[in-house]
């Protein structure tokens, strides 16, 4: 964003201190009164160039003027997906999920648009720290997409739900896989439904991770070996 000049400046603050004291902008014509413009197109110059310069979201009228803040013009859309309760990364367990709120995300840091289908779910458990995935984190689903081999998933096996990774070979029955060694792959007795497949992750901050703490174990039986 280009720096403002010291007279762009000063219209500025008028601006901004007018709207504090009276609840409304000034005039074109109020502006150049202030600061004896010669005429109102001068005052019309300050503020294009005060929108040129990031600080009006489009050209005002005469009684439209609004301060925003420089950050407004970096803002790009956000998308509010569906926060449906928590999923387990672990061993499979009978709930029923329940909306808790929604998870905000902007588009381009998402990385494609969200459909109605798409929806979040918080991680419980540490099966699949293999792919990154720990406890606390969102994943974000697509619901209705075709699973193929390899994609990580949340799914109903035998009416119980859980995350793993969908595997499907030589068109053999597919089963779910955990990406850690202490859980063991899920073959469905009776049905297998795919809720949604995984197209985002979001990471919170937290202390050491579940992966962290299989990392120093691993290490610690390296060592005792």
């Known amino acids: 964003m280009e720096p403002l000049t010291l007279r762009q400046q000063e219209v500025l603050e008028f601006i901004q201190t007018t709207q504090q004291r009276s609840g409304g902008a000034p005039t074109l014509r109020e502006i150049a009164a202030h600061f004896r413009f010669r005429s109102v197109k001068a005052a019309a110059d300050h503020v294009t160039a005060l929108r040129r310069k990031g600080s009006w979201p489009a050209k005002p009228s005469a009684r439209s003027l609004r301060v925003v803040s420089p950050l407004e013009s970096l803002r790009r859309p956000v998308a509010d997906i569906p926060l449906y309760g928590s ?67 949340a799914a109903l096996v035998d ?6 990774t969908f595997v499907q070979e030589h068109g053999q029955a597919p089963y779910l896989k955990a990406e850690n060694p202490r859980y063991p792959r899920l073959h469905p007795v009776g049905e297998l439904v795919i809720q949604g497949v995984m197209v985002g992750l979001v990471r919170k901050c937290r202390r050491q991770n579940a992966e962290g703490r299989m990392q120093n174990e691993e290490g610690g039986k390296r060592n005792e070996g």
Not at 159 to 164: P, V
């Open 159 to 164: 009416n119980e739900s859980t995350l793993k």
């Open 87 to 153: 999923i387990p990364a672990g061993f499979a367990r009978e709930r029923q999920q329940e909306a808790k709120g929604c998870v905000s995300l902007d588009l381009a840091t998402l990385g494609f648009r969200p459909t109605p289908r798409t929806f979040a779910l918080e991680v419980r458990g540490d099966s699949m720290i293999g792919r990154h995935i720990v406890d606390g984190d969102v994943v974000i689903l697509e619901h209705g997409k075709t699973p193929r081999n390899g994609d990580v998933v």
